[in-house]
Every structure is written in C-alpha cells, then in structure tokens.
C-alpha cells in the first residue's frame, strides 16, 4: 500500500495524454481559440523598423538557393546573415503559395511559429506536471501580451522562443527516456536544435541549462550504480543523441548558410553581438533617455515584473521556488529533477547572465521573449499544485480557486483586445497600464501604429476629394520606421526624413518625435496613449522632427 502511494506522486512520465482528459480537451480548445483569432486579425499588424530589410533576406535566401548558390548576397547582406534566417526564408517561400501579400504572409507565419511554441509549452508542462499542469501553461503564455503580440511581428526573438521551448521539451523526454532516448525524441532534438540556431545563435545558452541537467542525472546515477555503470549509462545517452546532433547541424546550415561555410562562424557570430554593433542610441527607461549600453542591471527583472500579467508573474515565481526546493527532493526520480533543473534555469539563467555581463539592452524584453515558454510552465507547475491542494479541501475551494485563475487569465486577455494591435506594448496594473507607462518607458517601439496611421491618412485625403500638387505625389515627413512608412503608404506618397517640404507629417508617439505646432489629422490611440499622429504641414514650412539628433 505504501508503495503504491509513493508512486502516485510521481508525475506521469508519458507525454501521451489520457483520451478522457478534460484539461487537455481545455487546451486544445484554447489552441484552436489563438488560431482562429489569428486566422481573423493577421491581416491588423502593421509593418515595423525590421520588417522590410528581413523581407529581403529572405528573398536573398531562396535566391541563393534556386541559383545553386550562384547568387550569393544573403551571405554578406546588411549584418542579417549573421543571424538564422529560418523564418525569412519560409515567409518568402509562403508568400509565393498564398493569397496574400508579403507582408501578410509574414504575419501569418510569425502566428504559426507562436502556436508551435504555445504547443511545445503545453507539452512540456504536461509531461512534467501532468494535464493540469500543462493546460495552465499554456493559459499563461496564451494570455500573456508580451508573447502573443510579438508572435506576429517579430521575426527574430519568437522564432527562437519557439524553437527552444521546442528543445526544452526534446530534453525533457529524453532525460525521461534515458538512458536510451527514443528515435521520436532523438529527431524531436535535432530539428528544434538546428531550428533555434536557425534564428539566433543566443541559442547556444540552451547548452548549460542541458548540460546541468545532464549533469545532475549522472551524479544520481554514480551514487546509485557507481562511477563506471554511471558513466557508460551517460554516454550510451550522448551517443544516442549523436544523430540528432548531426540532424541539427544540417538543418541550422539550410536555415543559416553562412555558419557552415566555416566551422568557427557561429563562434564569430556570437562574438559580433557579444559586443554592441550599432552607433549608440538612447531609450525610454524610468522616464529618462538612456544609452542603450548603459541600462542599468535591473532593467530585465524590472521590466519583466511591469509587463507580465500578474498571474503569470506571481505563479512563475512560486512554480520557480518550488522547483528549487524539489532539486533537492531525493525522493524524486533523478531524470525528473534533471528536467525541473534544465526548465529552471532556462527560465532564469538567460536574465542573470544579462545582469551580469551587461550588455546593451533596448527594445524593452523583445530579445528575452524565449524565456516566456519556461517561466508560463513554471507558472502551470505552481498551478497544478495550488489545484490538488484545493482539491483536497473539496468542491468549493476548487471552484474559488478556478475562478481567480479566471479572472486573472481574463485581465491581460480582455487588456491585448482593448490594444490590438499593439498587444507588445501592454503593461500591467503594477505599472498602471500604458497610460502611466507612456513617459517612462518605450510603447510601440516597433513603429506598428504606421499602418492604421496611414490607412486614415488615405481615409482623409479620399473623404475631402484631395489630389496632390500637379507634377509630384504627396510627400510626407516621417518620424519612425521610413521604409515601412513607405509600403504603408503606398506609390501615391513620397516618404522623406530631411527638410524637405513635405504635405503631412507622419509621426511615432515616442518621446524622439516632436509634438508638432500644426492641425493634427490623424490620431491613432489606446487607452487615451496616442501611438502615431499625422499632421497637415500644408502651406507651412517643414519642422525638425527629433526632440533629439538621430543615430
């Protein structure tokens, strides 16, 4: 009898779910729900400061491709060939199939990769945790702005999230599975590793949050077996894993052609971005411009406690202290304290190494974006134990318990809708919103707000019956993103950034754009913050633009 007890408190070791569970019917549900929703609004996001060079890229990929390598300018375009460019690549490739335009598809796509990370969440949570373990991550990180938002427009940073909570999930089976780890599960870990060096060489911080858990399994299995059964264990586990390795490193060179045309060029890669790469620029932080290499340490943790929902936050913390405890469980399976180790620290080590090294830090969190995946199925850990805690106490508490989770999943869920499209820039109640958080910290640094911006633009023109003066298009000052500010638009405007004598003037609403002196005809806003501004400069001289000297 005692023995069968003990065993109930393990967590399930298959990540097959039961037919008959409810929560699992839940997340699927909630995963059809997200891509449904982005089956209906790909279409509102607007394009941002890296879009249209990452369009080229991937242009440049499929053309290196399609030449037999005749054409080899991605291999040296802009710095981007120094990143993966995996989901370049496949956008470019998409928008030859669909019936949507380029930059369309690229917002249809980034949705596809951001459900295979809300997937791979959900997965992990509920080998390590169990049915409700899983569905509560997946709820987290399905409601939580900062992912949701970015998975549409951000090309770079969601991709990787993708991929390495893919990965995280690869290790978690095959730690479970050691020390013969499945071919599934071996291919499982090649594809989502040559995947995430497939977008950001920053994937090679996935080594030590594995290589620890690795670690921490074999010192179990020396006190257990000895040093030579634990040793031969272990690299009968490695030698497993070889094709995988070999599996990655193939697809990471598809994805990125230029890391393989010579062995150290991940190596120099990383080197590159070690250091700060660009002529230093200011941002938004606690109400003053600051030098993106000068942020000081706090600037993720602080950021993070401002922008996660607060359900998400408090959970991750207390699933992130529970899982500190349990490492030092012995009654736990050694392969489960492994997983618990390597999802810890991909949640938390990537932000201490930052506050540690500190490098440059702008765009608020877009860079950390993969820790998002690890911290919601912390959260779901600490969940699932609150629930069977509540459980014990009977219906009621289950109930009360079921309906804070609600209410909390139901803020940040109601928060993005009131925001869309501008979902990224949410910030939660500790901050105050966006409206408190308008002059301390940057919103809509990726320029989104151009396209609603310039669809009123048009709406206004087309309503007064204008036409622009003979001989030339309308010409517009722009203060943001100009070459989306260009697509945006379209052919019947001139974008310019000098002094040029323009007709209107198209402007972020971030504190480098100057509040003109001049009929404002366009407002775009949320929550009272205005996002972008158009101005009727007609008949009067062009204004500087910047508050401050541009880069």
């Known amino acids: 009898?005692?023995?069968?007890?003990?065993?109930?408190?393990?967590?399930?070791?298959?990540?097959?779910?039961?037919?008959?569970?409810?929560?699992?019917?839940?997340?699927?549900?909630?995963?059809?729900?997200?891509?449904?929703?982005?089956?209906?609004?790909?279409?509102?996001?607007?394009?941002?400061?890296?879009?249209?060079?990452?369009?080229?890229?991937?242009?440049?990929?499929?053309?290196?491709?399609?030449?037999?390598?005749a054409d080899t300018r991605a291999l040296s375009f802009v710095n981007l060939y120094k990143y993966g460019g995996g989901f370049d690549m496949a956008a470019a490739l998409a928008a030859r199939i669909l019936p949507f335009d380029l930059f369309e598809t690229r917002r249809l796509v980034g949705a596809a990769v951001g459900l295979v990370g809300l997937a791979a969440?959900?997965?992990?949570?509920?080998?390590?945790?169990?049915?409700?373990?899983?569905?509560?991550?997946?709820?987290?990180?399905?409601?939580?702005?900062?992912?949701?938002?970015?998975?549409?427009?951000?090309?770079?940073?969601?991709?990787?999230?993708?991929?390495?909570?893919?990965?995280?999930?690869?290790?978690?089976?095959?730690?479970?599975?050691?020390?013969?780890?499945?071919?599934?599960?071996?291919?499982?870990?090649?594809?989502?590793?040559?995947?995430?060096f497939g977008s950001r060489v920053l994937a090679g911080i996935g080594a030590p949050e594995i290589g620890a858990g690795l670690a921490l399994l074999a010192c179990a299995e020396a006190r257990a077996r000895g040093m030579r059964a634990a040793a031969l264990r272990t690299l009968g586990w490695l030698r497993a894993l070889l094709p995988g390795l070999a599996l990655g490193y193939l697809i990471m060179g598809l994805l990125w052609p230029w890391s393989v045309l010579a062995p150290l060029n991940p190596i120099r890669a990383a080197e590159y971005f070690d250091r700060f790469f660009e002529k230093p620029w200011q941002e938004l932080y606690e109400g003053r411009p600051i030098a993106v290499p000068k942020m000081p340490a706090s600037y993720l943790p602080h950021l993070f406690a401002l922008k996660l929902p607060e359900l998400m936050l408090g959970l991750g913390v207390l699933g992130g202290i529970g899982v500190a405890i349990a490492l030092f469980d012995l009654r736990r399976a050694p392969a489960r304290r492994a997983g618990l180790l390597t999802l810890g620290l991909a949640a938390f080590l990537p932000i201490v190494v930052a506050m540690i090294t500190r490098p440059a830090l702008y765009n608020g969190l877009r860079h950390f974006i993969f820790v998002l995946p690890p911290f919601a199925v912390l959260g779901g850990l600490a969940a699932a134990q609150l629930f069977a805690r509540a459980r014990a106490r009977g219906r009621l508490a289950c109930l009360a318990l079921a309906a804070l989770g609600l209410v909390g999943i139901a803020a940040p869920t109601v928060g993005m809708a009131r925001l869309?499209?501008?979902?990224?820039?949410?910030?939660?109640?500790?901050?105050?919103?966006?409206?408190?958080?308008?002059?301390?910290?940057?919103?809509?640094?990726?320029?989104?707000?151009?396209?609603?911006?310039?669809d009123a633009l048009h709406d206004w023109i087309a309503a007064r019956h204008l036409s622009p003066p003979a001989g030339r298009r309308w010409v517009v000052a722009v203060c943001g993103p100009q070459a989306a500010a260009q697509v945006e638009l379209g052919p019947a405007f001139e974008t310019v950034f000098d002094q040029k004598r323009a007709d209107f003037?198209?402007?972020?609403?971030?504190?480098?754009?100057?509040?003109?002196?001049?009929?404002?005809?366009?407002?775009?806003?949320?929550?009272?913050?205005?996002?972008?501004?158009?101005?009727?400069?007609?008949?009067?001289?062009?204004?500087?633009?910047?508050t401050q000297p541009p880069p």
């Open 420 to 454: 869309h499209p501008y979902e990224y820039t949410y910030f939660n109640l500790l901050a105050g919103g966006v409206g408190k958080a308008e002059d301390e910290y940057m919103l809509d640094y990726w320029g989104l707000a151009f396209k609603q911006a310039a």
């Open 1 to 69: 009898m005692t023995q069968r007890r003990n065993s109930a408190r393990v967590p399930p070791q298959s990540d097959t779910p039961p037919a008959n569970s409810f929560a699992d019917r839940i997340a699927i549900g909630i995963l059809a729900a997200v891509a449904l929703t982005a089956a209906a609004t790909f279409r509102d996001y607007g394009l941002g400061w890296d879009d249209y060079t990452h369009s080229q890229y991937g242009e440049l990929l499929l053309r290196l491709y399609g030449t037999g390598f």
């Open 121 to 196: 969440t959900w997965r992990i949570g509920r080998r390590i945790g169990g049915p409700v373990a899983g569905l509560a991550a997946l709820a987290l990180l399905a409601a939580c702005p900062l992912y949701v938002g970015h998975m549409f427009i951000n090309p770079k940073d969601v991709p990787l999230a993708a991929a390495m909570a893919a990965l995280m999930l690869a290790a978690v089976r095959a730690f479970d599975e050691y020390p013969r780890p499945q071919a599934r599960t071996v291919a499982l870990f090649g594809i989502s590793l040559g995947a995430a």
């Open 505 to 546: 003037a198209l402007m972020l609403g971030t504190f480098y754009c100057r509040h003109l002196r001049a009929p404002v005809i366009v407002d775009i806003t949320r929550e009272g913050v205005s996002y972008a501004r158009v101005y009727d400069l007609r008949g009067q001289p062009t204004p500087e633009l910047l």
